[in-house]
Each structure stands twice: as structure tokens, then as C-alpha cells.
């Protein structure tokens, strides 16, 4: 199946509960599932005694986190243990009216947009036309994506290079491809949608046609498959919409792989 990229809006309030205790994440990411979620009135090709299973194993595991995994635990840095107990019911209703928004599904298209949006391949930051200057790291960096939200007039083509799926800060919680970044509302959601904005569809064709026509452009994207530019514009444009979004509503985003 492969590993997908997801961005996923959220309020500012969950955020803050996942930033407090981010274990939180994984009730949040059952709760989709719930058989009250709305993602069951979208998910039409999921029915019948399989969709019913899940729906009712998660129904009955939702709200009861180990000890171990957020009711009593101790914080890095702070010798007292921290006890935390929840309302469930009260977060059920909160995590399932932030499902009512779906997430932005890239599919397995999550590395060639980070390419063609930000200069990189995710894990590997020399690219076939050389390093772009602004996204050398120091030796020994290791981590999949790289830690900046735009960068103005790039040495690669003179456009912002934008990190929209790359971008963010650990929350804490990984999914076991990588852990999940977020990107608080307004400024920082705002900073990458203007950056957005600025490379505009035009210049994302226009990149994408420049480096299928290099003599020897970057493996990692079929260039030859005719309708690939028009599948990535269709995600900028997926992208671009969703992010519009977040900002009108002063959403924060997450972003993780899956």
C-alpha cells in the first residue's frame, strides 16, 4: 500500500491538549473511526461485517489509555509524578467535531510535492541539479524533513521554495513512519500559505516542466507518465485550498506520514 502524507486541520484548543499531553494523539486519530464519526458517511467503499468490527473495537477501547500511556506518567524534567484524568464524553464530542473535516490525503504523492514545492526529497537533500544552497544542513542531520516554512527568491529558480508537508514542530507522538509535526494557527499556517500563493500555480507547472526537460532530471519522479503534472497541479491546488481554509478559520494544522 505505501506510506502516505496527511495534513489534518484541528483547533487551537486540541491542539494545546495534545501539546500538553501528546499520547492524547492516538484517541484523537481512534476517534475518526467511532461508529459516530462522519468519516463513515464519506467512507462509501468501507461497509458491511469488516467496517462494523472496527467500529465497534474502537468503540470499545476509546477512553481507556493505560496508566502508562497518559493517566499517570511522569513529565521529562519534572521528578513529581503528573496524574491526569479526562472526560471522556466531553472529548469524544470534541475530537469527533474535528473529524467532520476530513484530512488532506497526498497519497504516496507526499515526496515528489515536497520536492516540487520545497527543493527536497525527504531523507535526501542533495538533489540531482546539486545542492540548492539555502537547504544545506550540517553533516550528520538526520531527521526526514527540514525545519524551515518558506524560503523567499530561492537560488534554485528565483521562487519561494515552500515547505508545506515538511514544515513543523514534533509534537511528540509518532505514528511508526516518523513522528507528527504541527503548525500553530495563524502566523506559521498564514507564512506557508502566502508562500503558496506567491509560487502560484503557473510556477509550479513551470518548475515541474524545467526538471522533466533537464537531460538528466531527478529519478525519483516518472517523468515520462503524461498526465503526472496535471495529478501534482491538481494537489497544489488541494493543498493551497486546504491551508486557505485553515487560515479563515484559524485552524492549526498536522502533518504526518501513514
Known sequence: MGITGEIKQISASTLELFREDPLLIGVFRDAQWLPESALWQRATYWKGESAEKTKQEVRARFGKLPKSQGLSRFIPGNRKQWK???????????????????????????????????????GSYATSQGKIPELIVDKGYKKDFLPF?????????????????????????ETGYGPI???SPGDEVGQILDGLLELSQEGFQNRFIRESQKSEPLPWIDWSEEEMLDWMTDYYNEIVDYYQ?????????????T
Do not use: C
Open 84 to 122: 491526569k484524568t479526562y472526560d471522556w464524553q466531553t472529548l469524544e464530542q470534541q475530537f469527533l467535531a474535528e473529524w467532520e473535516n476530513p484530512e488532506l490525503d497526498l497519497h504516496k504523492s507526499w515526496q515528489e510535492l515536497t520536492f516540487l514545492l520545497a527543493g527536497y526529497i525527504p
Open 149 to 173: 516554512l518558506v524560503i523567499e527568491n530561492s537560488a534554485w529558480d528565483g521562487m519561494p521554495l515552500v515547505n508545506a508537508f515538511g514544515a513543523g514542530t514534533e509534537i511528540g507522538y
Open 181 to 183: 509535526r504541527y503548525l
Open 245 to 257: 481554509s485553515a487560515v479563515r478559520q484559524q485552524k492549526a494544522l498536522l502533518l504526518y506520514l
